[in-house]
């Protein structure tokens, strides 16, 4: 069966400090792999989206970056953090060629100070 | 682009019926989503409709009407541990596999 890990739950950083999310993919093999961030109380917003190793939308300018260094890995990264990055952020994954079923990691609950 | 619009907030009280409507808009259509999310969790998907009409799984129902842009979810026999946020999402209108959220209607369940 397929399953999505996601770390780490939760992080508390320090504004200008750097971020590193990570996410994996077990049990499946060339999946989509997305980046989601929720703020409080509100819905989910487009992040990145990969459809394969090193191939990355960018769907919101701003100082996040993604990258997918192999098939199941999906990392979301940051070089200074700014306080308006805090929220929920949440990978997921999807049969390629078909966004009818999204799955979803726990999430990453991240707070900048 | 894409835009889905839902009610911020529906209430109810246990056992009974409460439809979560959502409308769309989209530049092409490939099928509307349903996902639940309880607070501090990871959305679950739901149901899928790709065509006209009524889709049943158990309690939970999901409507789609192409022609009016529009959908709803029926969640019937209400149980407290419905109280959760509910999301409708399309597929990007461009044909990739990016699926666009709507705002999320959250649902409180009363005793």
């Known amino acids: 069966s397929q399953t999505i890990h996601q770390w780490p739950a939760t992080l508390v950083q320090p504004v200008g400090s750097p971020l590193s999310l990570e996410c994996t993919v077990e049990g499946t093999s060339n999946p989509n792999l997305y980046w989601y961030r929720q703020a409080a109380g509100r819905g989910l917003q487009l992040l990145f989206y990969s459809v394969g190793i090193g191939q990355i939308s960018s769907e919101v300018p701003q100082n996040l970056s993604a990258s997918r260094p192999q098939d199941r890995q999906f990392i979301l990264s940051s070089k200074k953090l700014l306080l308006s990055d805090s929220g929920f952020y949440l990978c997921a994954w999807s049969v390629r060629g078909t966004v009818r079923e999204l799955f979803f990691g726990e999430g990453s609950r991240l707070t900048v100070l | 682009g894409q835009s889905l619009e839902q009610p911020s907030e529906v209430t109810a009280v246990e056992g009974a019926i409460v439809q979560i409507n959502c409308t769309y808009q989209t530049s092409g259509f490939y099928g509307l989503s349903w996902y639940q999310q309880h607070d501090g969790g990871a959305p679950t998907f739901l149901s899928y409709?790709?065509?006209?009409g009524l889709e049943e799984t158990g309690r939970f129902s999901s409507f789609l009407s192409r022609s009016d842009s529009y959908g709803y979810l029926l969640l019937q026999e209400l149980q407290m541990k419905d109280s959760a946020s509910y999301f409708c999402?399309?597929?990007?209108?461009?044909?990739?596999?990016?699926?666009?959220f709507g705002t999320g209607t959250r649902l409180q369940v009363f005793p």
């Open positions: 999402a399309v597929r990007d209108g461009s044909g990739t596999d990016k699926l666009i």
């Open positions: 409709n790709a065509l006209d």
